[in-house]
């Protein structure tokens, strides 16, 4: 299998759960039998099983990038001996539950009889270009997925993005899992447990695995692909400005797409207000696109009345609060501290990518 994963951590406790890990699954993703899983409690065990092979793996691809050859018993004898159980280091955040989005499409390998580490007898060409698609076409699903899950976790407090890695793994059964080398940098995030009074119960199995029914396959919305992937990026930053920046260049480009894609469906809905104004000429001016141009705020406007009427008004507000922090730290006209304005931008972000989402 080729396998890319999202998971995130989870402050939420369940003290009643009834099974350490509830997953769901289904036939969904860019190709036709590549499916799409969402699980909720432990660790993944496939994925910890992975991440412990790969990182036991190094030893014996650092000598061969430096030169040091070792056959195959010495590439053996080395990874078991780096082979221990435990958390891999990506999760030693103390989160009491895991969110793990998972991707994973079959395909057919050729490997040496016998052999756990170098298995591969297949053309590395071939394995290279089928890596290649994948991780070009699967990242971005699983960046539309995780929108699309939003909505439906919106009762669990989501935490920060523990793994986030878009290098796809080749896993098989008593094999070690296969990927390309990169250093990764991990930061620590330790979450406040919220101790849950419905129970398990009032986790939101049924939305989640109702909106895992309502994937696409194929391809997710690109009104939501990109400002998707900026979220995870937020996600997975290690510092507020960095979480700050990247949320706000997401809620940007989400209301950039929206607003370019919905005039139809804007101008309809103002219409119902006062069908006498000239709606269209007085919004967009020009009937060619290309010279048709508008400020964040305009398009952020454009995209709370369609999708949250109620709170266009507050949200545009935030906006425009939000902005003005983006330009003062940009200009250096003021310096501010980031944390709490990375947070507000994330959960704007995030409530509005649910939105769009689900209407996609």
Not at 195 to 220: H, K, N, V
Not at 288 to 295: P, Q, T, W
Not at 298 to 324: C, H, P, W
Request: with cysteine; aromatic share 10%; net charge neutral.
């Amino acid at each position: 299998m080729l396998v890319l994963w999202r998971v995130f951590g989870m402050t939420d406790v369940y003290g009643d759960r009834p099974l350490p890990q509830w997953s769901v699954e289904e036939t969904r993703g860019p190709k036709q039998h590549d499916r799409v899983q969402v699980s909720i409690g432990d660790l993944p065990e496939d994925l910890s099983l992975t991440l412990r092979q790969w990182h036991a793996q190094k030893p014996w691809l650092l000598d061969f990038l430096t030169g040091k050859a070792s056959g195959p018993d010495e590439r053996q004898a080395s990874f078991e001996q780096s082979l221990v159980d435990g958390v891999p280091p990506e999760f030693d955040d103390p989160y009491p539950m895991w969110f793990a989005v998972r991707l994973h499409r079959p395909l057919p390998v050729t490997g040496r009889q016998g052999v756990v580490v170098g298995w591969v007898a297949d053309d590395v060409s071939a394995i290279g270009e089928a890596f290649d698609a994948f991780e070009e076409h699967g990242n971005r699903y699983l960046d539309g997925a995780v929108a699309r899950l939003l909505a439906a976790i919106r009762p669990m407090n989501l935490g920060r993005l523990c793994y986030s890695d878009r290098r796809a793994f080749l896993t098989a059964p008593g094999r070690a899992a296969i990927t390309t080398p990169q250093p990764k940098v991990t930061v620590r995030d330790a979450g406040l447990r919220v101790e849950r009074a419905g129970g398990w119960s009032s986790a939101p199995i049924l939305a989640i695995t109702e909106a895992m029914r309502s994937m696409p396959s194929g391809a997710f919305s690109k009104k939501i692909t990109g400002a998707a992937e900026w979220f995870v990026a937020s996600r997975a930053a290690k510092d507020s400005i960095s979480r700050f920046i990247f949320a706000f260049a997401g809620l940007e480009l989400l209301a950039t797409q929206v607003e370019k894609n919905s005039r139809r469906a804007l101008t309809e809905q103002l219409r119902k207000v006062n069908s006498n104004l000239p709606i269209n000429e007085l919004l967009w001016p020009s009937t060619d696109d290309d010279r048709v141009s508008r400020n964040f705020l305009f398009r952020f406007a454009a995209m709370s009345t369609l999708y949250s009427s109620d709170t266009a008004i507050q949200d545009v507000e935030k906006a425009r609060s939000l902005l003005g922090t983006r330009n003062n730290f940009f200009h250096g006209v003021e310096r501010v501290a980031m944390d709490d304005r990375a947070v507000e931008c994330q959960e704007l972000l995030r409530r509005y990518l649910a939105l769009v989402a689900v209407g996609a």
